[in-house]
């Protein structure tokens, strides 16, 4: 695609529902990477795909959050027992070998 | 733990001005440098990206980088009230390790 495509732009769930989050980079980009940004804040690494595997998965905060890349393309985001503070712009972004990194638009998860 | 500082702000500076913006980071081996350009609501937009010591100009933009100093900056010429946004300082290590951002400056540019 043209872009990095987000879906769902906006997601609000209940606590402790079950959410997912899908990215689909820009083509042929090889690199992916899972952000999380707060208000007033920088994004804030979760995971990080060279191809299929999980290259660093350090970002995640608990096991609750867990996230998939099985065809080294699109990928899923998907967060157990979601909680108030899981609230947050979750980012996606795609590159080339690693280095420039293009978003996508994010999807705004609200937990209530 | 890898560190990228930015100055929060706000900076303000007006039409037609230069604006300054910079960023520490941690990390000595750090090899690739970025800056983003965030909206109000919006996802972040690559502007800037340097990897080695010195200046590297783009239109209005100038990314400046001095690795002794572990310093990197960004110069917005001719400012434009439709460059009022977040700026986000990006730092890596090669190409197989995450970006590591700061909070991010915002900058207000009065008409």
């Known amino acids: 695609g043209a872009g990095v495509s987000q879906t769902p732009s906006n997601k609000v769930t209940e606590k402790g529902k079950y959410v997912e989050l899908r990215c689909d980079p820009i083509s042929g980009h090889t690199a992916l990477y899972w952000y999380r940004q707060s208000l007033g804040q920088g994004p804030e690494f979760l995971i990080y795909?060279?191809?299929?595997?999980?290259?660093?998965d350090s970002g995640l905060p608990n096991d609750r959050f867990f996230a998939v890349r099985p065809e080294g393309s699109v990928s899923t985001l998907k967060i157990q027992r979601t909680e108030r503070g899981d609230s947050a712009v979750y980012l996606c972004?795609?590159?080339?070998?690693?280095?420039?990194?293009?978003f996508g638009q994010g999807t705004r998860l609200t937990v209530v | 733990q890898k560190e990228v500082e930015q100055n929060s702000g706000p900076l303000s500076v007006p039409e037609g001005a230069i604006a300054s913006l910079n960023c520490t980071y941690s990390d000595r081996v750090s090899q690739s440098f970025f800056w983003y350009r965030q909206y109000s609501g919006k996802s972040p937009e690559l502007i800037m990206s340097?990897?080695?010591?010195g200046d590297k100009e783009d239109g209005r933009f100038t990314a400046q980088l001095n690795k002794a100093s572990q310093y990197v900056s960004l110069l917005i010429r001719d400012s434009q009230p439709s460059d009022s946004a977040t700026y986000l300082c990006a730092v890596g290590n090669s190409g197989n390790t995450p970006l590591v951002f700061g909070k991010g400056t915002r900058l207000s540019v009065i008409a």
């Open positions: 340097i990897y080695s010591n």
């Open positions: 972004a795609s590159s080339l070998q690693g280095l420039e990194a293009f």
């Open positions: 795909f060279q191809g299929t595997g999980a290259a660093d």
